[in-house]
Structures are given as C-alpha cells and as structure tokens.
C-alpha cells in the first residue's frame, strides 16, 4: 500500500460499446434525428471498471454492462419507441470471461471481497451489474442528482433503466458533492 491509503489499480475490461458519432460529439442535430438517420458507428470503445485496493478495503469504481445488453437486448432495452431510440445509439459486445465476476475473480478480488463501490452514473454500461453487487451486499455510491434521476420521472428519458437499478435490492448511498476550496481542482462543464 503507498502513501495516502491507496494500493494497486486495476482497470478490467467489461465488453466494448460502439456508438453513433453524434452520441460522443453533437454538433446541434436534434437526438432523434441523427439517432435514426445516421449510418455510422464509432470504432468499439472499452467499456472498462476500475478495481482500487483502498486502506478501507476493494472498492469498485463503475459496474460495465450486463452480459444481457449485449446478448439479447431486444429483451433487455425497453420495449416500443424508447426501446427503439436505445437500439439505434448503441451496440454492444461482451465476450465469454469479460463479464464483472469473472474480470473480478481473475484479478484475485471476487465481489465478496470489494467493501464498496461508486457509480460515475447510471447508464447502463456503467451500472449494468449494480444487480450482482447488490447480491453480494456491498453497498454503491452514487451522486444524488444520478439518484433523483433514477427514483424520479421517466428514468429511461434519460438513459437510465431503472427496473434494474430499483429491483436488485440496492443498498445506494447518495453523495452530495461540495464544492472543494483546493484552487488545483476546476469545475469539469463538459
């Protein structure tokens, strides 16, 4: 362990993601618009977790997505015109050994070991595994305004599938942030 409480650092792949160019950079085309007209992906992103060993213990930094997300997401998207807008922005893959425990497992920390973890935010290849974390009892921070968005109207509006962020028994744990008085910190708008 170094100095200031934290050791080793692993970041794990947990599948890639191709998106629609307009998904990672707008240029002021309305969403629906470039969502079902465009034809182009991005080349496949990583989809990656980060594993922290921490003086208080393992603690994960994002989730990646559900094996479902990639293996059968005409069942795992939501159905209708929602269901629709979500199969035309992303594609996903997840190869067999990529998924959270198996990653977890063979960097030599399974998930009963990790004492908590932190979501960036809800979308589902950040969150997508909150459901094995919640098996396991480990709780999740969370920022509250991620959380308002999950527990409030229409979640799935705002890229957030919450039927299964709500039903996996979470033990979430919302964080108002401060703002910091260290002048090295900026605001990140952007």
């Known amino acids: 362990m170094t100095s200031g409480g934290v050791g080793r650092v692993s970041v794990l792949s947990i599948g890639e993601v191709r998106l629609r160019p307009h998904n990672i950079v707008g240029n002021g085309t309305p ?39 990639a293996d059968s997401p005409k069942e795992y998207f939501p ?17 067999p050994g990529q998924g959270l425990g198996e990653q ?15 979501i960036s935010h809800l979308h589902y290849d950040h969150a997508g595994n909150i459901g094995e974390l919640a098996a396991a009892g ?12 999950l527990t409030g109207k229409s979640p799935h509006m705002h890229g957030v599938l919450a ?11 919302p964080v ?6 260290d002048p090295a910190l900026v605001d990140f708008d952007g």
């Open 31 to 69: 969403m629906l618009w470039w969502t079902f007209t465009s034809r182009q992906w991005t080349d496949p992103l990583p989809v990656n977790v980060v594993l922290i060993e921490h003086e208080q213990g393992w603690i994960l930094w994002d989730t990646g997505q559900a094996p479902a997300s």
């Open 79 to 95: 159905g209708g015109f929602v269901g629709a807008v979500y199969a035309r922005q992303v594609d996903s893959t997840l190869t």
């Open 104 to 118: 977890l497992e063979l960097a030599g920390v399974p998930i009963e070991r990790l004492s908590l973890a932190a």
């Open 138 to 149: 480990i709780p999740v921070l969370v920022s509250e305004s991620e959380h308002d968005v």
């Open 163 to 173: 039927e299964y962020l709500l039903d996996a028994g979470v033990q979430w744990r």
């Open 176 to 181: 108002t942030f401060a703002p910091s008085e």
